[in-house]
């Protein structure tokens, strides 16, 4: 029975190692492409975030116009009671 608890207890370690080892390598090798792969999809992006920007800065400024517009073309009409009010007070 002890060498199958030995045998056990260092496959549980070796299959940890490998598996710690697995990782790491496919760590570095995500960066590596990455990396080699970030001067094509860099101007992209920023072209990207550029588009964006403008696009809300767009919209913001659309919506700030049209209430003030809205603001300036409204029509205010005095409310029959508000004058009474005033006078009898």
């Keep these: 029975m002890l060498p199958f608890?030995?045998?056990s207890?260092?496959?549980r370690t070796?299959?940890?190692?490998i598996r710690l080892f697995g990782n790491m390598m496919s760590?570095?090798?995500?960066?590596?492409?990455?990396?080699t792969i970030t001067p094509f999809i860099f101007p992209l992006v920023m072209t990207a975030l550029?588009?964006?920007t403008g696009m809300v800065q767009a919209y913001i400024f659309f919506i700030?116009?049209?209430v003030y517009i809205a603001a300036a073309t409204r029509v205010r009409?005095?409310?029959p009671d508000a004058g009474a009010a005033d006078i009898e007070a």
């Design 5 to 7: 608890n030995i045998i």
């Design 9 to 11: 207890e260092l496959s």
């Design 14 to 17: 070796l299959a940890l190692a």
């Design 27 to 35: 760590g570095t090798m995500i960066i590596g492409i990455l990396l």
């Design 50 to 52: 550029g588009l964006l």
């Design 64 to 66: 700030l116009a049209a």
């Design 77 to 79: 009409r005095p409310r």
